[in-house]
C-alpha cells in the first residue's frame, strides 16, 4: 500500500529457537542466568513491577517447576550514543533489575530475541522509535555478554496525540487513510523535518520514497521523544 517492501526473504523468529536456546545455554553456562518463579502479579503487588530485585537469584528452583529465565545485572554503566537522541547511559541494576529473557511460557523476550535476530542478519544500523529507546542498554548489556557486535542506533520520536499519547488502536487513535498513501507519507517527512518540495506531494510512491531514501537528513531529525499531533 506504501510501497515500503523488505529486500529479503520474511525471515520469522520461529524458524530461530534452537539459535535462542543456544544463546541462553551460553549465558546460563557462564553464570548469568537463573530460574525466577516470580509472577507480575505478585511483584506489583509488593511493588517490585519495573525494578526487579533479585527474589530468586539464590534461591533453588527446582527444573520441572514453571519459571522464567532472568539474566543477572550489575551496578555499573551501559552506555548507547543514540545518533538522535545522544548519550544515554542506564545503571541496569538500579534502574531495571534482572530482566527476564524467556518467559514461562517459554516465549523469547523480545529484547533476547533481537539480540541474537541482528547478530545473525549482520544489521549494522537500527531505525525505530524512541518507545524502545530504554531497551538498548540492554540489548548492549547482552551484546557485550555473548561477545557480539552493537549496531549504531537512532531512535525515532513519537507521533502522539493531544494527551500525549502515542497513537496506537488502545487509544482509539484514527485509522491512516489508505486511499491516499502519498499525502501519508508527504506529511510524515514534514514530520520527520526531511522538508519535501510541495511538487512531491502528489507524485508517485516510488518517486516519493526515492526523493526520500536520496535526500534523508538525519540531523534534521527532531530530537524530542515525541511530536504532538495538530
Known amino acids: ?12 523468529q520461529s524458524w530461530h529457537l534452537a539459535e535462542y536456546e543456544a ?21 506489583a503487588v509488593s511493588g517490585n513491577a519495573s525494578v526487579y530485585p533479585g ?8 527444573i520441572g517447576t514453571p519459571h522464567a529465565l532472568r539474566i543477572k545485572t550489575g551496578h555499573h554503566a551501559i552506555a548507547c550514543n543514540d545518533r ?40 549494522s544500523h537500527v531505525v525505530r522509535g524512541a518507545d524502545l529507546l530504554d531497551e538498548t542498554p540492554k540489548q548492549i ?12 542506533y537512532l531512535h525515532l520520536p513519537l507521533l502522539v496525540d493531544q494527551q500525549g499519547h502515542k497513537l496506537s488502536k488502545q ?29 512531491l506531494q502528489h507524485a508517485p510512491l516510488a518517486d516519493m520514497l526515492a526523493w526520500a531514501v536520496c535526500h534523508w537528513r538525519a540531523d534534521k531529525l527532531q530530537k524530542t521523544a515525541t511530536i504532538t499531533l495538530p
Not at 549465558?27 to 511483584?43: A, F, M, P
Not at 542506564?90 to 541474537?116: C, M, N, P, S, W
Open 1 to 12: 500500500m506504501f510501497g515500503l517492501e523488505w529486500d529479503d526473504p520474511v525471515d520469522y
Open 23 to 43: 544463546a541462553l545455554c551460553r549465558l546460563t553456562e557462564q553464570g548469568h542466568v537463573y530460574r525466577c518463579v516470580c509472577s507480575r502479579k505478585g511483584l
Open 55 to 62: 527474589f530468586c537469584r539464590d534461591r533453588l528452583v527446582p
Open 84 to 123: 538522535l537522541q545522544g548519550l544515554l547511559c542506564q545503571d541496569l541494576a538500579k534502574q531495571h533489575g534482572d530482566f527476564v529473557l524467556q518467559r514461562k511460557e517459554g516465549i523469547i523476550a523480545y529484547t533476547f530475541a533481537v539480540v541474537v535476530d541482528d547478530a545473525r542478519q549482520s544489521i
Open 141 to 152: 548489556y547482552l551484546q557485550q555478554l555473548l561477545g557480539l557486535p552493537t549496531p549504531c
Open 171 to 199: 487509544t482509539r487513535a484514527a485509522p491512516v487513510d489508505l486511499a491516499k498513501p502519498h499525502l501519508t507519507l508527504f506529511q510524515l517527512l514534514q514530520w520527520l523535518k526531511q522538508n519535501p518540495p510541495a511538487s
